[in-house]
């Protein structure tokens, strides 16, 4: 042994193997540098660190060969010894690689919802941020604290070499539970942050807590005594100092959005963080209205807030998007809301996302829309907000498996988000991929309990398959407000053939409709309610109320010439009053006039929309050609695809029944569906 160790200080071991450790950090510090930047996933690092430490046993055996001169001399034994700890070494870290836990959800892992998140990994930079405690005397100021954690949750979300768990799926805990580790396991994260926040007039007092999950132990807590208008810096310190105890380094574009201060007016941030409080609440009139006015308050009480212009770009982009409201004004204040967050705050990651969503949305660019998404989500790839947009731009332009994987990275952010296994369910049905699309909606149920949305979209994929007795159970509630979800309900009356209930129902609906209902939602109804009168034989009936959805569509497609959807109910209404040439007429020139999404492989909602106007006036040819096109392709809008199980059940196609040809189309299968979920292909 003695010899041994002579051998060792000759061969210069020790100098080697220090050399060797100073050259791997050195670079395991820039490429985490450079990986931060680009955004690079985490297995990058891991396998750069166990490429490292394979060679730093391989970097051992050419020094022994290679030490001192005239001493290589190596003995048998000597061989066998290096082999051996070669051999054993390597083979341990490759086990350790193939055994570490997966940084992917499995969407078949389990039919509880805890089994199917305990499969992500828990990397030590991983971390929740659980709702912030209101500690107020005014319990109206819950929406502050919500606001206070979803702020720091931004902005370590803007650290690329973190993994932050979403908003959505830390709601559901309590600010301050006894079972962490147990929380910890079911969003796959390493570490928590606790809070408090009191506010007493200006004045605001914050605390936080750091927590290590395993063991239940702090890593770090203080306590913030701040004015209002300081607010900002105590969410950048607070990151920065997260940042530092999880090794995150802040370089660049991180550094910045961490530590900006947005405002110092009291009052601007307080309508800000009540109209983000009320945007995530859900996309509904009751909070996006509030919502909106509040962010209109906050620019307007602090012009030069650019996160809050950003934020209403956004808001502004969605309800044009859905149609609520896409007049010119609306439009010029997305535009105006968009182009100051850009001339304040260019580079922020919230302005860039404000466009991007833009251009998506509203401009209707796709592939400059993806671009731009794609670039943001390297920047930004904690944002799942960007991912599921992306996700929708690139479904929109086709490529159905690349947004399928971009959901499965947003359930790696948001694992006990139901909304986005809702999101599943919707683009599994217009998939045809039904099995897939069931099992993703009871996912969301387990999240969500007795979700109505989620009822619905079970009853979207039995009224596909033909099953109305399922369908039926699935929309046993009936809206009791007009809402887009009415329409899924009239489509069951009428493939049951049985309208006289449902024209009472949506009767009184109508009836309670006020100025602050969507008018596309009232044109909508009347048409729906026209139809079931039809089927119904009270034709008088029907055309009074096509009449009236014509009145309401007519003036809004002429003022908000880009509304789709208000396009739609108009040709629908023209249609049930007999006026089928001008409605396919006013189809012929809008295509050209609006020709398709700049970059989208097609238009296949307009396409059904046509088809199911050629059948309703029975050009034959004209409708066989366009559903045998659009049984062939995936696509969907406020209703799945079309399905054999459509052509045989849905009144529509009652005038092409006895077409051989159709017949044919009715009897057969839907394409066979795609591999299952979570299964690559």
């Known amino acids: 042994m003695a010899e041994f160790l002579v051998r060792l200080k000759q061969r210069k071991l020790v100098q080697w193997a220090l050399a060797y450790v100073a050259f791997a950090f050195a670079v395991i510090q820039v490429v985490d540098v450079i990986a931060q930047r680009f955004a690079w996933p985490g297995q990058i690092e891991k396998l750069l660190i166990l490429a490292l430490a394979v060679g730093f046993l391989v970097a051992l ?32 870290l490759w086990q350790f ?11 078949h892992a389990a039919a509880n919802p805890d089994a199917a998140t305990s499969v992500v990994s828990a990397d030590r930079r991983s971390i929740a941020v659980l709702p912030f405690e209101n500690l107020s005397s005014d319990k109206d100021n819950a929406y502050f ?18 993994r932050v768990i979403s908003r959505t799926s830390t709601l559901p805990f309590a600010s301050h539970p006894e079972n962490l580790p147990e929380i910890a396991r079911k969003l796959g994260v390493a570490n928590i942050l606790e809070g408090s926040v009191q506010r007493v007039g200006n004045k605001v007092r914050i605390n936080v807590q750091l927590i290590q999950a ?44 961490v530590a900006v201060v947005q405002t110092r007016n009291g009052a601007a941030l307080d309508a800000y963080l009540r109209g983000v409080a009320l945007s995530y609440r859900g996309f509904s009139d009751s909070d996006s209205i509030p919502a909106l006015h509040a962010l209109q308050q906050a620019v ?50 919230d302005t860039l996302y404000a466009r991007a969503f833009y251009v998506a949305y509203v401009q209707v660019d796709l592939g400059d829309a993806r671009k731009r998404l794609e670039d943001l989500h390297t920047r930004w790839p904690n944002d799942v907000h960007t991912l599921l947009a992306l996700s929708g731009t690139v479904r929109r332009l086709g490529d159905w498996e690349r947004a399928d994987d971009l959901q499965q990275q947003a359930l790696r952010l948001d694992p006990l988000n139901a909304g986005i296994y ?81 024209i009472a129902w949506l009767r009184g609906l109508l009836e309670r409709a006020d100025a602050h209902t969507p008018p596309v939602e009232v044109g909508f109804g009347y048409v729906d309610l ?142 066979t569906p795609r591999a299952s979920f979570g299964v690559k292909r």
């Open 300 to 349: 307007k009480a602090d012009p030069g807030f650019a996160q809050a212009w950003a934020a209403l770009a956004v808001l502004d982009t969605r309800m044009i998007y859905i149609g609520w409201d896409s007049s010119p004004e609306r439009r010029a204040e997305c535009l105006h809301a968009l182009e100051t967050a850009e001339r304040l705050q260019p580079g922020a990651l």
């Open 145 to 162: 604290a919500a606001g206070m954690q979803d702020e720091i949750l931004t902005r370590l979300s803007k650290i690329g070499t973190l």
């Open 61 to 92: 055996v050419l020094a022994w060969y290679h030490g001192e001169r005239g001493a290589q001399k190596v003995s048998g034994t000597e061989i066998v010894i290096l082999a051996l700890l070669l051999a054993i070494g390597g083979g341990l």
């Open 214 to 257: 395993k063991g239940d132990s702090d890593l770090w807590s203080d306590t913030y005594d701040r004015t209002l208008d300081d607010v900002f810096t105590v969410q950048g310190e607070v990151a920065g100092r997260i940042a530092d105890h999880l090794g995150a380094a802040l370089n660049g574009t991180a550094k910045r959005e």
């Open 422 to 502: 809702r999101d599943i369910a919707v683009s599994a049905t217009n998939e045809r991929r039904f099995d897939v699309a069931l099992a993703a909606a009871d996912r969301a149920l387990a999240l969500a309990p007795g979700d109505e949305e989620t009822r619905q979209l079970q009853g979207d994929v039995y009224l596909a398959q033909g099953d109305l007795v399922r369908a039926a159970q699935a929309l046993d509630h009936l809206p009791t407000r007009l809402s887009d979800q009415c329409h899924q309900y009239v489509v069951l009356a009428r493939m049951q053939r049985r309208p006289g209930p449902a």
């Open 530 to 671: 026209g139809d079931l009168q039809q089927l119904n034989s009270d034709h008088a009936g029907a055309i009074a109320s096509y009449q009236r959805a014509r009145e309401l569509m007519q003036p809004l497609v002429e003022r908000e010439p880009d509304n789709d959807w208000a396009f739609g109910v108009l040709t629908y209404a023209r249609i049930g009053l007999g006026d089928g040439a001008s409605a396919l007429a006013a189809m012929e020139q809008r295509q050209t006039t609006q020709p398709e999404a700049k970059g989208a492989t097609n238009d296949d909602e307009v396409r059904e929309l046509r088809a199911r106007i050629f059948a309703r006036l029975g050009r034959r040819p004209e409708a066989i050609a366009e559903v045998r096109y659009l049984l062939g392709v995936n696509y969907g809008g406020l209703m799945p695809p079309l399905t054999p199980a459509f052509l045989r059940l849905d009144p529509d196609f009652d005038r092409l029944r006895d077409d051989p040809e159709f017949q044919k189309l009715a009897a057969g299968d839907v394409a």
């Open 97 to 107: 690689e193939r055994n570490a836990p997966s940084t992917s959800l499995n969407f």
